[in-house]
């Protein structure tokens, strides 16, 4: 304990479905080559979205998985570590207050793990680095354990610029114990630090296990940090990535739900916040750097995310069962209870949530393909055990690496491609972990990726209906590997949305 210096395919249905619908791309026994064969992975589903400098971090993949478990080296005295030019972070770790003595082995953990994912680091502790035009050379700035007044006006400036042009944040630990009279900052970092008890150990809970810091995680992560209390509970503003859980330890002060971990978009810019790392061992820790690589990915846009503030949601599949699901069709889904997943077998089939209709709703579940797979969501179909009864009357929300722009991730399938530049902008490739949003009002139909919309659909068959009926998830054949986390459900109000009819967002 210490003092701080302040309080710190479906087959053509005969309903009006578009022409050139064959068996076999999505849901068809015949699931034969697709376009031309099976072709390796879309380049664009690994494609990084733009940013101030048009470069971003390169999937650092199982290499750097395994790499994670280095230990950090001494820190270096020199200010840059290696790699490519156009990839580089800065690390800030001013202090005006308390100093933390784990400051250098967090610089020395990023250090390497920007050697081991392709990304430059700089480090400094000196407030002109924070001018329009030096700013400019990076992806993302990391605010580490930084204490009290770091900079000047001028300063201040030039970073809310930064943020404004889409520049990304990390902040880490002490970060909320940092610019306490700079109210863009308190928005930014999400929340300002208050109290802390001792040093002990405490379990964590983990609320989103597809953001890229904490999809390695299980649902509790036991471990030993010096746990802040905050003035604010930042949930309403960010999206939580985890919290404490206040029975476990001493001294917490916010109750049943006390964020330590969160990510936003923050007017332009991209905010990722730990309140880890105020040990040296930290920095050691496979898991905890794995955490800070993924929060420091998310900021750079090289990882994609939805850090959409999150609540109202009730599981229709939390990872531990499948009590109220059903399987139609052949093939069948396995569950992975250690780490909480449904991973599709053989096919052609569907895994659907029999024990609720849904009418006006916001779907939401992660998703994650092993290579050029092919699964869906389906939407709006009524109860049947034949899974054809899904793809005539139903609509299919398109998870594939590779086909055509009407019968891919993201489309409606067979009606409405997505909107394929902002999909592929928010597409995590291969192996990594997706999040989509399936909103359904009236007889519209809304999907976003990782929090970016990408299709707008509206239902003008009048032998289907979006106005109520089950939802599932497909298992589409051999050799077709897709895992689903965390299904969970938001009922909405009913909106209009007849045939024929289209809304703005509101």
């Not at 964020?259 to 880890?276: H, K, L, M, N, V």
Request: hydrophobic residues 35%.
């Amino acid at each position: 304990m210490h003092p701080h210096s302040s309080p710190h395919s479906r087959p053509d249905s005969g309903s009006g479905a578009p022409s050139g619908r064959g068996l076999g791309t999505a849901f068809g026994p015949g699931a034969g080559p697709r376009s031309g064969g099976r072709p390796g992975p879309d380049p664009a589903s690994g494609r990084r979205s733009g940013s101030r400098r048009g470069a971003r971090l390169a999937a650092v993949g199982a290499t750097l998985l395994l790499a994670l478990t280095a230990l950090p080296a001494a820190a270096s005295g020199a200010a840059t570590s290696g790699a490519a030019d156009d990839d580089r972070v800065l690390v800030f770790s001013k202090t005006a207050g308390f100093r933390h003595d784990s400051i250098p082995d967090g610089i020395a953990a990023i250090k390497e793990l920007g050697a081991q994912g392709g990304f430059a680091v700089d480090a400094t502790e000196d407030g002109a680095a924070f001018t329009p035009d030096n700013l400019a050379r990076y992806d993302a700035v990391v605010f580490l354990s930084t204490t009290g007044d770091v900079l000047d006006t001028a300063q201040q400036s030039a970073f809310e610029g930064y943020v404004r042009a889409g520049g990304g944040y990390v902040g880490v630990h002490a970060a909320a114990d940092t610019e306490y009279d700079w109210p863009f900052y308190e928005g930014l970092a999400g929340a300002y630090f208050q109290s802390h008890p001792a040093i002990q150990r405490a379990t964590v809970n983990v609320e989103d296990r597809a953001n890229p810091a904490t999809a390695h995680l299980a649902p509790t992560w036991e471990r030993t940090d010096e746990w802040y209390n905050y003035r604010t509970n930042p949930r309403e503003r960010v999206r939580v990535l985890a919290t404490l859980d206040e029975s476990s330890y001493q001294g917490g002060a916010m109750g049943e739900d006390h964020p330590i971990s969160w990510c936003q978009e923050y007017r332009g810019g991209r905010a990722f916040y730990t309140g880890f790392g105020h040990t040296k061992e930290s920095y050691a820790d496979p898991a905890f750097r794995q955490h800070l690589l993924g929060g420091i990915r998310y900021a750079t846009g090289a990882a994609h995310a939805d850090c959409r503030p999150e609540q109202g949601y009730r599981p229709l599949f939390d990872g531990t069962s499948t009590d109220g699901w059903k399987q139609a069709g052949p093939g069948s889904f396995t569950l992975d209870t250690a780490s909480g997943t449904l991973t599709s077998t053989g096919g052609m089939g569907m895994l659907w949530y029999e024990a609720r209709e849904l009418r006006s709703y916001s779907l939401k579940l992660d998703w994650k393909m092993a290579g050029d797979d092919n699964s869906g969501v389906f939407v709006g179909f009524p109860a049947s055990d034949d899974p054809w009864s899904a793809v005539n009357n139903g609509y299919e929300v398109q998870i594939d690496a590779t086909d055509t722009p009407d019968h891919t991730t993201g489309s409606v399938y067979g009606f409405q491609s997505a909107d394929l530049a902002k999909r592929d902008a928010a597409l995590n490739p291969p192996g990594e972990w997706n999040t989509y949003e399936i909103r359904v009002q009236g007889e519209r139909l809304r999907i976003w990726l990782n929090g970016v919309k990408i299709n707008d659909f509206t239902n003008q068959d009048p032998a289907r209906s979006l106005l109520q009926g089950y939802v599932g998830i497909q298992n589409h054949g051999e050799g077709d590997e897709v895992s689903f986390r965390d299904i969970r459900v938001k009922d909405l109000p009913a909106k209009g949305g007849g045939h024929h009819q289209r809304h703005h967002d509101g």
